[in-house]
């Protein structure tokens, strides 16, 4: 498509495969927004795209992703707020129109899937590159490939992790990794050894979320303790996802494969001469130009 529509906080790009999610780095964007900076969602790692009113004069675009299409949303296993989710694209009221025809051409890109079924593989980046943040009972540290390291803090870490001694871990070692957000009452990260599932059950499965082991984070030198200003989302959630895409075999730092989409079909002719008759009705309302009409036009008439 290379079409872009500018929201509040970020500007969505549209490719002819895919969405480019660019965050605007002002003091009033969400600190997550600023550190994740940019991201492409493949059409394929897509369930769905909604429409539906804002706050205070606004509508929100939001694009559903599939379970276990992003490591980022899979760490954060619902936990996120309305405010945080990198997916909704918050506009004026007056871009509702407009909003409404990226909305039903990212509708018509999906391909016809059962959007319940969940990805086999991750289809969206992790965050790159070595990561660190400090937590309150110690520091960790990614080196972005393979290894992960929790050096514990003289002031906060129990007497159960000093004993055990800073901790270094292998992502081949490692099935998931669990992350309580800071904004919650008793936030953590927690790696889960392989052996080790069963001290953790029930729900320490190998993605994000709320574990409700049997061994205490504050005991167990497999976790770090948020608290105090320390392990924000904006840190400690892009470090939990680049770790468990290193888990599951795409290291942070791996390239995503782009999915090989299956072979174009001619579109229905009722449904192009849909999108063509709102395309017309942007272009007589001004949010459109003549030049972007005539391509956008030609685009919809070659599906025919």
Not at 115 to 136: I, M, N
Not at 161 to 168: E, F, V
């Amino acid at each position: 498509m290379g079409d872009v529509l500018a929201g509040i906080h970020a500007t969505w790009e549209f490719e002819s495969d895919a969405v480019v999610i660019r965050f605007e780095r002002g003091i009033r964007t969400p600190k997550l927004f600023q550190a994740l900076r940019e991201r492409r969602i493949p059409h394929e790692a897509l369930a769905s795209v909604t429409l539906t009113p804002g706050v205070r004069g606004t509508v929100v675009l939001h694009a559903v992703p599939r379970a276990g299409a992003d490591p980022l949303m899979e760490a954060a296993a619902g936990q996120l707020k309305d405010g945080n989710d990198p997916y909704r694209l918050v506009l004026p009221a007056d871009r509702e129109t407009l909003a409404e025809y990226y909305q039903g051409e990212l509708l018509s890109a999906l391909a016809p899937r059962d959007a319940e079924r969940p990805a086999d593989g991750f289809l969206v980046q992790a965050p790159q590159g070595p990561q660190s943040f400090k937590a309150y009972d110690g520091k960790a540290s990614f080196d972005g490939v393979s290894e992960v390291a929790f050096r514990w803090s003289w002031s906060g870490a129990s007497s159960e992790k000093w004993k055990a001694g800073d901790q270094t871990f292998q992502a081949r070692d490692l099935c998931g990794v669990v992350w309580r957000s800071p904004e919650l009452f008793e936030g953590y990260l927690r790696l889960l050894p392989r052996g080790r599932e069963q001290d953790h059950a029930p729900g320490g499965g190998s993605g994000g979320g709320m574990d409700g082991g049997t061994v205490l984070p504050d005991h167990d030198p497999a976790a770090l303790l948020f608290g105090g200003g320390r392990g924000p989302v904006h840190q400690s959630l892009p470090f939990a996802a680049a770790v468990l895409a290193a888990i599951r075999g795409g290291g942070a730092g791996a390239r995503v494969p782009v999915p090989v989409r299956a072979a174009t079909r001619a579109s229905d002719p009722a449904g192009v001469a849909e999108r063509i008759r709102h395309l017309s009705e942007l272009h007589r309302a001004g949010l459109v130009t003549d030049e972007e009409f005539s391509v956008k036009k030609a685009e919809l008439l070659a599906e025919l």
